[in-house]
């Protein structure tokens, strides 16, 4: 499984990017507005995570209709070659998803909550579909168990001739909130997990590695003063 950064923060980025594990970034509307961002800076603000990132950075389209998101979308990819198109998945999602990846666009269809919407954005074309784990479980609903349910349902067919260049479509696992929940994203077997920063903080640490570095720094200590 690889790992991409939910996030829109540079700083946080640049930190994970740093780490040399991170294979992209995804942003939507909410994570730009969490970092300040303003409207007339968003397409600079995503030339700069592009960057920063050697991997595919998702940016969102913010209209409804189909015309619109297709015009937003020819703008966002233009702005780098590694920006993928994020697309709600809807019926005029999908059809602008359909006209994008026409042109050679990757899109990455967001907001992807139950089997039949995974298996239509994959027909479609999308490059990546993102169920979102989390928002299921703001409902009292299993998260992990739908996530589950995509990813056997995608691995059961061959996409390759939906998409551009004939690429397959990947399961991102999105809106995770803490390690467990990419523990059992790798375990089901989705293509990737898309982390915020804490999260992926979080991951690093153990309580056991930090007892372990303290104990070889109080054993060092004997040694050196053997
Ligand atoms: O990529 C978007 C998705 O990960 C959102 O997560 O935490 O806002 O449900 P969340």
Same mark, same amino acid.
């Given at each position: 499984m690889k790992f991409f950064l939910d996030t829109a923060s540079l700083e946080e980025i640049a930190a994970a990017t740093s780490w040399g594990a991170l294979a992209g970034v995804t942003t939507n509307p909410s994570l730009y507005a969490r970092v300040g961002g303003r409207l007339q800076d968003f397409h600079e603000h995503i030339q700069r995570i592009c960057a920063l990132v050697p991997g595919p950075v998702s940016a969102e389209v913010t209209a409804e209709d189909t015309d619109t998101m297709v015009v937003q979308g020819r703008e966002l990819a233009a702005l780098a070659s590694n920006v993928v198109v994020k697309v709600p998945l809807t019926a005029a999602g999908l059809a602008a998803t359909r006209a994008l990846t026409n042109e050679g666009i990757a899109i990455n269809m967001t907001l992807c909550f139950s089997v039949p919407q995974a298996l239509l954005a994959a027909r479609a074309g999308a490059r990546y579909v993102s169920p979102f784990v989390g928002r299921f479980d703001d409902i009292s609903e299993d998260g992990l168990e739908q996530l589950a349910n995509i990813v056997n349902a995608i691995s @059961? +067919? #061959? +996409?390759? #001739?939906?998409?551009? @260049?004939g690429q397959s479509v990947e399961v991102i696992a999105a809106s995770i909130r803490n390690p467990n929940h990419v523990t059992q994203a790798a375990l089901i077997g989705a293509d990737i997990a898309t982390v915020p920063f804490d999260v992926l903080k979080k991951c690093v640490e153990h309580p056991l590695t930090t007892k372990g570095l303290r104990a070889f720094e109080k054993d060092w200590e004997k040694v050196k003063q053997a």
């Open positions: @059961n +067919f #061959d +996409f390759s #001739d939906c998409g551009p @260049n």
